[in-house]
């Protein structure tokens, strides 16, 4: 299997007023299709642009800004799983029991079963606790209860100091 061609990183305010345009309709309409109309044109002025044709108009500029953006993969990752925990405790006043649901609609809503995400969930979990010792919590029927702890972010903060 080929890798499509390369055609560059969108740049520039074009890339960005699209997608603000396009989420604007999404969440207006919603819908997960979203009208352009029925011409290049015509979308141009949805955006409050005059379309100007020729090598350095606003047509060629757009159209190329666009294909570049379409043509992007974008891919959000986040590895650092103990961190949700320190920044939940940095604000804590009180005990709060966060339901299996919440932590599965955050953390795992690829999870079939909940009992499957509460296994793996406290699996990880069990990893956090070698490094965030200090946290207080604990599992519970309905869900998991945090007690007030000290962050783990502000103890690595202040040897910075």
């Known amino acids: 299997m080929n890798a499509p061609p390369s055609v560059g990183l969108p740049y520039g305010s074009y ?4 997608l603000a345009w396009l989420s604007t309709e999404a969440v207006r309409t919603r819908n997960r299709e979203i009208e352009l109309g029925p011409t290049f044109s015509s979308f141009m ?3 409050g642009l005059t379309p100007v044709t020729g090598k350095r108009g606003t047509t060629s500029r757009l159209r190329d800004q666009l294909h570049r953006l379409f043509s992007t993969t974008i891919r ?3 590895s650092d799983d103990y961190s949700w925990l320190t920044y939940r ?3 804590l006043c009180r005990p709060c029991l966060i339901p299996w649901e919440a ?6 809503a690829d999870y079939g079963q909940p009992r499957d ?9 069990a990893d956090v606790l070698h490094v965030y010792p200090a946290v207080r ?15 783990h972010l ?8």
């Not at 890339?15 to 699209?18: K, T």
């Not at 932590?103 to 795992?108: I, K, M, V």
């Open 15 to 18: 890339p960005r007023l699209a």
């Open 154 to 161: 502000r103890r690595a903060l202040g040897t910075l100091r």
């Open 76 to 78: 959000c990752t986040y």
């Open 117 to 125: 995400f509460k296994r793996k969930f406290l699996g990880h979990l």
């Open 103 to 108: 932590l599965q609609t955050q953390f795992g």
């Open 137 to 151: 919590l604990s599992d519970r029927p309905m869900g998991l209860l945090l007690r007030q702890s000290p962050t």
């Open 89 to 91: 405790m940095s604000y």
């Open 45 to 47: 002025y949805k955006l």
